[in-house]
């Protein structure tokens, strides 16, 4: 009985295994079957059907079913790579389960597909609010204030008595006319010679005007019989202003002008062959200023380029009287050195009678007084911009592809570097707020610094326009009330230092290419043009012409 019994097992195990695989069979036959009648209402419900349905039909609507077809396949083809829980991988297409962060293939888990779609959305929402801002600041007109209302808010405590004056600069600013109220034509009075070779102006490289508004200092491009630039004059001028000139009528049909550059106050320079590199102003003393400029040169010897740059110093304005003997030949005055590497920037310091000469991985400084050399780290960056304090012992750098930064030349580290300020191409150390410091990086960013904490910045100005390779021309005046920058779009804006608000923008420049890739406009400003307090102007050197926008009294 237990062999019979033993034998009966193992004949009904095999009856129930084949019992459950035909049950198997069954599920999986109607899983099937559901799965095609799935398939077949996916397919009678899809756009393509009825999309070709249309077709054989015909009709007038056979563009418009073609398009909702296709509008629908795209979708469906979309919808078919958008699977929860998975991430499509458009090079092998194939599809990645999404893991957890402690296991699976990077780029590919959850919190990297979250990261991915927050930088996506923080990118998308940056760029939408910088064209907002484009947009607000091209269309908001300038709010403009009358002194009748500044002496209202005095009298009511609404404003402090030392930004009375401030306030009322700004609103002469704001009222100034989009049409230049004098223009002034450099060919009539720049000293160059036409028998030389020198023909015509072609644009303004430097301007700079005296803190007292009596010089104007400046130096244009001079183009040869063929049309290219052959060299560059410097020269500086006596302003003298006509306090009746420029009123009540026509200027240019009377014959009398506001602002007379007629008379020069010094030698003029000229620089031959040479391309400028950066100029700047260099007062050696009381009577003599010199001009600081750096030039580049290349010359072909035996089939070779040979390319040299020369930083020199020459004197522009001379304050000497009739007994008093001339030494502007001096060699303090006139300093020569000729160097085989690249030079991007130059400063000078008058209290230690230093040139700073930024070249691509430091900077040199030359003493003029011993003929002694120094050189400066910069991290092996370019420094293309510098300069220095008034005491001469700190040199402020803008350093290409680095952040600027403040070299202490006491010691040998780098004393502070300032924050989101890459590739900065022009700065302007303050001197009657005192550690602070303006900056312009090469993407066109105007930001105020205090150095003391440069950890972010205390002003942005808003508004200026630059193709991110260009070096535009930016001007703060002496008296630190306002921020005049000229932009590739030939915009000349001007800003409240203080307040950051863009006061005024002003058309000004050249219409031609050439023009444009190389000579930007220069504006200059000064309040009391010609020594006289309240003459006020906004000067804008653009070709061969200077544009006077006048600030009118009310």
Not at 297 to 313: A, I, K, L, P
Not at 369 to 374: F, I, V
Not at 476 to 498: H, I, K, M, P, Y
């Amino acid at each position: 009985m237990q062999q019979l019994n033993l034998q009966q097992q193992p004949e009904q195990s095999v009856l129930q295994v084949l019992q459950r695989q035909q049950q198997q069979l069954q599920q999986n036959s109607q899983a099937v079957g559901q799965q095609r009648a799935a398939n077949k209402r996916r397919r009678n419900d899809s756009g393509f059907f009825h999309g070709r349905r249309a077709e054989q039909q015909g009709g007038r609507n056979n563009n418009a079913a073609a398009r909702v077809a296709e509008a629908n396949a795209a979708d469906a083809a979309a919808d078919s790579n958008e699977l929860y829980g998975y991430s499509h991988c458009p090079v092998r297409n194939m599809h990645f389960r999404i893991l957890p962060d402690s296991s699976g293939v990077v780029g590919f888990r959850e919190s990297d597909v979250t990261a991915v779609l927050r930088v996506n959305k923080e990118n998308e929402e940056r760029k939408r609010q910088e064209k907002e801002r484009e947009e607000r600041y091209r269309r908001m007109p300038a709010t403009r204030t009358t002194t009748l209302s500044l002496l209202s808010s005095l009298s009511l405590g609404r404003m402090a008595g030392p930004s009375l004056q401030r306030m009322s600069h700004e609103t002469r600013m704001q009222q100034i006319e989009d049409t230049p109220s004098q223009t002034i034509d450099v060919s009539d009075f720049l000293p160059f010679c036409r028998y030389s070779g020198l023909h015509s102006v072609v644009g303004c490289e430097f301007i700079d005007v005296s803190a007292d508004g009596e010089t104007l200092t400046g130096c244009w491009a001079v183009a040869g019989a063929s049309g290219h630039r052959a060299a560059s004059v410097a020269c500086s001028f006596k302003a003298s202003v006509n306090e009746e000139g420029g009123r009540g009528g026509n200027e240019r049909r009377r014959g009398d002008r506001w602002l007379d550059m007629s008379r020069t106050r010094g030698p003029s320079i000229s620089v031959h062959a040479n391309e400028i590199v950066d100029m700047t102003m260099a007062p050696a003393d009381r009577e003599v200023t010199c001009l600081l400029y750096a030039t580049a040169t290349s010359t072909h010897h035996n089939g070779r380029v040979n390319s040299y740059c020369e930083v020199s110093t020459r004197p522009i304005l001379c304050r000497f009287d009739g007994e008093e003997d001339d030494v502007s030949d001096s060699p303090i005055y006139n300093v020569y050195q000729r160097m085989r590497t690249n030079i991007y920037s130059c400063a000078w310091s008058p209290r230690s009678m230093k040139i700073g000469v930024g070249m691509e991985y430091n900077v040199d400084l030359y003493d003029v007084m011993s003929e002694q050399r120094t050189t400066v780290g910069t991290r092996n960056k370019s420094a293309i911009a510098q300069e220095f304090d008034k005491s001469g012992s700190t040199l402020f750098l803008g350093l290409r592809y680095d952040a600027a930064c403040v070299k202490d030349l006491r010691t040998r580290d780098l004393s502070v570097t300032i924050p989101n300020s890459k590739n900065t191409c022009w700065l302007r150390l303050l001197e009657k707020v005192g550690q602070q410091v303006v900056l312009q990086t090469i993407d066109g960013k105007i930001s105020l610094f205090d150095i003391r904490r440069p950890i972010v910045a205390l002003r942005s100005y808003e508004g200026h326009v630059t193709k991110g390779t260009s070096r535009t021309p930016t001007f703060v005046d002496n008296d630190e009330q306002f921020v005049c920058a000229a932009g590739t779009d030939n915009v000349t804006r001007v800003w409240s230092l203080s307040s950051g608000r863009l006061l005024r923008s002003i058309t000004a420049g050249a219409t031609t290419p050439t023009e444009l890739t190389r000579n930007y406009p220069r504006p200059v400003y000064s309040p009391n043009w010609g020594s006289r307090p309240g003459q006020g102007a906004l000067l804008v050197a653009a070709g061969t012409h200077i544009n006077v926008y006048r600030m009118e009294h009310e």
